[in-house]
């Protein structure tokens, strides 16, 4: 089991950056999967992004491309999401997580962390 916790959450502007960020503690496999999603107040959690551990290869939400870039640091043991030209729908508690597969949904991914609050204001 991998222990995850996020941290770089804020308020923002429209059109503002944020980097959040996501220490693992424990072991993480090549084959792992390192995701970030996301859930706004009454809406289900929704993938954002994802970076294969060993690879390096990174997988995007429509919703993100060109503007979230994930990146990993595996002597840190860290993952990244550079989160910039925010929108107010962006906002929501992000929550990272690991999993094997992209197409499991998030019930899937057996370890979360317990999620950073990202706010946008217009």
């Known amino acids: 089991q991998v222990q995850l916790v996020e941290s770089g959450g804020g308020l923002v502007q429209a059109g503002g950056s944020l980097r959040l960020s996501c220490a693992a503690s424990?072991?993480?496999?090549?084959?792992?999967?390192i995701g970030w999603f996301r859930q706004a107040t009454g809406k289900e959690r929704e993938f954002v992004a994802g970076?294969?551990?060993?690879?390096?290869?990174?997988n995007y939400a429509d919703s993100v491309k060109g503007r979230f870039t994930i990146s990993r640091d595996k002597a840190e043991n860290t993952a990244y999401l550079e989160m910039n030209s925010l929108k107010p729908e962006d906002a929501g508690l992000y929550y990272c997580?690991?999993?094997?597969?992209?197409?499991?949904?998030?019930?899937?991914?057996?370890?979360w962390g317990q999620g950073t609050q990202v706010t946008v204001s217009s």
């Open positions: 997580a690991r999993g094997t597969s992209y197409y499991q949904g998030p019930s899937g991914w057996p370890d």
């Open positions: 424990g072991r993480i496999l090549s084959s792992s999967i």
């Open positions: 970076i294969r551990w060993g690879y390096g290869t990174t």
